[in-house]
């Protein structure tokens, strides 16, 4: 399984950029898909996830601001930042959470990430 992630930059506060993310490879039984994101000197967090029944989960920090979808190609994942901050600043990882059989657990799977960069 390959996660492709795509679309981070560098933005003035106030702006907006919008992440892509495409999931290839043996792609079975998806339970969530979303992004995190690690700051220098922090651990990695949870931004937004998005089941496969479209349930979205958010960070507060992030709430109002960012929104979590789903492409028409179920295997690929958005997140449309907006009004973006100073501290948004990080690098961004697509998360695809799935199990290979009924009979395996959950397993996360990470993308490369990409640089988010908000500048003051």
């Known amino acids: 399984v390959q996660l492709q992630a795509s679309g981070g930059g560098l933005v003035q506060a106030g702006g907006s950029l919008r992440l892509s993310c495409a999931a290839s490879?043996?792609?079975?039984?998806?339970?969530?898909m979303g992004w995190y994101r690690q700051a220098p000197g922090k651990q990695r967090e949870m931004v937004a996830t998005?089941?496969?029944?479209?349930?979205?989960n958010y960070a507060d920090s992030v709430k109002g601001r960012f929104a979590v979808s789903r492409g028409n190609a179920k295997n690929t994942v958005y997140l449309q930042m907006n009004s973006l901050k100073p501290e948004d600043t990080a690098v961004y990882y697509c998360?695809?959470?799935?199990?290979?059989?009924?009979?395996?657990?959950?397993?996360?799977?990470w993308g490369q990430g990409t640089q988010v960069t908000v500048s003051s």
């Open positions: 998005i089941t496969v029944s479209g349930n979205t």
């Open positions: 998360n695809l959470n799935m199990r290979k059989n009924i009979l395996s657990a959950f397993h996360d799977y």
């Open positions: 490879g043996s792609i079975v039984s998806i339970n969530t």
